[in-house]
Structure formats: C-alpha cells, structure tokens
C-alpha cells in the first residue's frame, strides 16, 4: 500500500492505524472525501496523499481505452 512504502513496518502500521480511523469504512469514495490536514495529521506525508487522489474517478475521465 502507498502508506507502507519507504517507512519501516512499525512506522507503517501506526500510520494506518491513526488513517484506519478517520473515515467511517475504508471505502475509495470515503477516502477521496478526507481532507488533506487530516490525513497529513495521521502521519501521511504530502506526496502520498497525492497520490491518494490517483483513485478519484476524474483522474480518468479524459482517457479513453
């Protein structure tokens, strides 16, 4: 997972506890509706929420396949 990468385990696990709780269930649509401050709060640095917005479906309006 994006929250894993380049922190030692222990350092992810607390990380994605303190995520796990900030929406109600760990959904994609409920965690595009998370702010920013809060997820950077639970330990998630700015590159990763980032990427976090990488599962918002406009991402991919514009592409065709």
Sequence with gaps: SIVGQQVSV????T??????????KITP????KLKVDDMR???????????SELFHPSTYESYSI
């Design 29 to 32: 649509a409920n965690v595009l």
């Design 10 to 13: 222990k350092a992810a696990q």
């Design 41 to 51: 709060a639970a330990g998630l640095s700015a590159r990763k929420v980032e990427l």
């Design 15 to 24: 990380v994605w506890d303190r995520f796990a709780k900030l929406p109600r």
